[in-house]
């Protein structure tokens, strides 16, 4: 069962990076906290691993910390054992006080890791000082933890999409070739992680490639994975992958057979266009 879980907040997003796979953006659309409620309440009591994630977070900050704080006041009833992370672009770290008091802030709702997942060149052509976000992603962490008395608060990961390995989905399925990963090559069979769209729909892919397995705003997310278990394609994928999944489809051709493993995140919108088996919903690829 999922024990890492993916929640994309919003799509929405300051920047408009050229390669981003979900096409967040100005204006994109927000999960309302009703339904962040909802998800949390749905997702399993083992949960190891969640990630808050966008589009960008920290620009719908309202909803940041109101989220923080009901996954504080009910994590030990939800999921006790889970670690939290954040993801962002960074930017609105400014190596100056405010920072310290995000972080503060971010620490008090038990916050346990910080991704600054921009660090690479398709947000430095979007504007974002890289040099300042660590300086001051590090110097604000410092001094957080020099007021606690040396205590540490959280672990940071610094890292980004470098041009040449970007997957072709979302905006990035216009990028020239060279800027794409040569062979990008699905991830999946992944049994224990799943991504939550911004509409609440549960994801094996984490670019939320393949078809959705269900809503966790009505359904708990143990009961959509038990269910899509047993679904021929969608099951053939969760154990064995894309070549599996195009096997039960009946749409395996043994001419293409490298690319299923090779070039899955280009095929795979192909290859579920119509499936309609599992509850087949909406097969939102974007
Ligand atoms: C979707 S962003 C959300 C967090 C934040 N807005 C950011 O960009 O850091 C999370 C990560 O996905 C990466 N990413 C976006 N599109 C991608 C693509 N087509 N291929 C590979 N990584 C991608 C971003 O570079 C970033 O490291
Ligand atoms: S990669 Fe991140 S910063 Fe860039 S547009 Fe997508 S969500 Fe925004």
Avoid at 28 to 35: A, L, R, V
Avoid at 250 to 278: H, M, N, Q
Wanted: aromatic residues 8%; charged residues 20%.
């Amino acid at each position: 069962m999922s024990i890492s879980v993916s929640l994309e907040l919003t799509k929405n997003c300051n920047f408009r990076c050229r390669h981003c796979a979900i096409n967040a953006g100005p204006g994109g659309k927000i999960m309302s906290i009703t339904n962040v409620k909802e998800v949390l309440n749905h997702l399993p009591g083992n949960l190891e691993y969640l990630l808050l994630s966008g589009g960008e977070i920290f620009t719908i900050k309202d909803r940041l910390w109101q989220t923080l704080e009901y996954i504080r006041d009910h994590r030990q009833r939800l999921f006790p054992k889970v670690k939290i992370s954040v993801n962002t672009n960074g930017f609105w770290i400014k190596d100056a006080p405010s920072d310290v008091e995000t972080f503060r802030r971010l620490h008090e709702y038990g916050v346990n890791n910080i991704g600054f997942s921009g660090m690479d060149a398709f947000h430095k052509e979007q504007g974002l000082n890289l040099e300042m976000v660590k300086r001051g992603a590090l110097n604000a962490r410092a001094i957080l933890e020099r007021d606690l008395g040396g205590n540490e608060t959280f672990t940071f990961m610094f890292y980004g999409c470098r041009p040449g390995i970007a997957n072709p989905l979302g905006r990035a399925a216009s990028l020239p070739a060279n800027l794409l990963r040569p062979e990008s090559k699905c991830s999946l069979p992944l049994d224990s992680a799943i991504t939550v769209g911004s509409d609440g729909e549960a994801y094996l892919c984490c670019w939320q490639g393949s078809p959705s397995i269900g809503s966790v705003i009505t359904t708990p997310l143990d009961e959509l994975v038990n269910r899509a278990s047993v679904d021929p394609v969608i099951g053939a994928l969760m154990r064995e992958g894309l070549l599996a999944a195009a096997i039960a489809l009946g749409v395996y051709d043994p001419g293409k057979a490298g690319e299923y493993t090779t070039r899955a995140c280009i095929i795979c919108k192909g290859l579920f266009a119509g499936y309609s088996g599992l509850r087949l919903v909406s097969n939102s690829f974007r």
